[in-house]
């Protein structure tokens, strides 16, 4: 039996976004792949899963919040232990006590409902009321000149899985990123490339390259805007 060697957070943390962003592109599919009475019971799905990769990304987030505050505390602990002359007594039995009780708190933190309040949960509406809101969205974003080729309009940053806010576009391959993003990856990694779903384009990402996204920008006002009345 081979040897399984343990997950790093990062490795945790690359392989919960890819999951999410599988369960989205398969979204986007299911209008051009299947029969319109399936897609109601392959949405729930769908959704359902979103909904686990939610929850374990919530869980991990916790976790990893959780073992810095148990570290903490157990410091503390040692370092008045040995002030008063004393060893160090926090048995493993406590430590993993601590961390229950420290992760239920966090855990009780969340507020009720908010795996439906996930940004990309949001976007998995129903296909008839993407397509109403979409008909809305393409009148007035032609007049705004962004280009609208019958696929949804993200506005979910995809790397940071939070609503666009500066968004700027790549002029090579059109895709858009948050501008804070993309900045601070590039300055970690000067071959930085395009990391949407399926974009072929591989040419690492140069700050020429990058404009702002105005008519995206715009199109995320006026559905706050449409939101809000």
């Known amino acids: 039996m081979a040897q399984r060697f343990p997950v790093s957070n990062s490795e945790i943390t690359d392989n919960i976004k890819k999951g999410k962003d599988k369960i989205i592109q398969v979204y986007d599919m299911l209008p051009n792949f299947c029969l319109n009475e399936e897609i109601p019971g392959l949405l729930d799905g769908l959704r359902n899963a ?4 939610i929850m374990l990304d919530m869980r991990h987030q916790d976790l990893k919040t959780s073992k810095q505050k148990v570290i903490q505390l157990c410091t503390e602990k040692a370092e008045r232990e040995i002030c008063d002359g ?3 007594s926090t048995s493993h039995e406590e430590i993993n006590q601590l961390l229950k009780n420290t992760m239920s708190k966090e855990l009780e933190k969340h507020p009720e409902g908010f795996l439906e309040r996930d940004p990309l949960y ?13 008909i809305e969205d393409q009148e007035m974003d032609n007049e705004d ?3 609208v080729t019958g696929e ?6 995809p790397y940071s899985k939070k609503e666009f806010s500066e968004p700027v576009k790549n002029s090579r391959c059109k895709h858009s990123y948050e501008k804070e993003i993309i900045q601070s990856l590039m300055a970690a990694n000067k071959n930085t490339k395009c990391y949407w779903m399926g974009c ?3 040419v690492p990402i140069r700050a ?4 702002p996204d105005d008519e995206l920008k715009r199109h995320i006002t006026r559905m706050k805007a449409r939101a809000a009345i």
């Open 86 to 88: 004393r060893k160090c």
């Open 152 to 157: 949804t309009i993200q506005t979910i940053d």
């Open 208 to 211: 020429d390259d990058l404009v």
């Open 145 to 147: 000149g962004l280009a």
């Open 122 to 134: 949001v976007t998995m509406k129903d296909f008839n009321e993407t397509e109403t809101s979409n």
């Open 200 to 202: 072929n384009n591989r």
């Open 50 to 53: 979103m909904k686990d990769y």
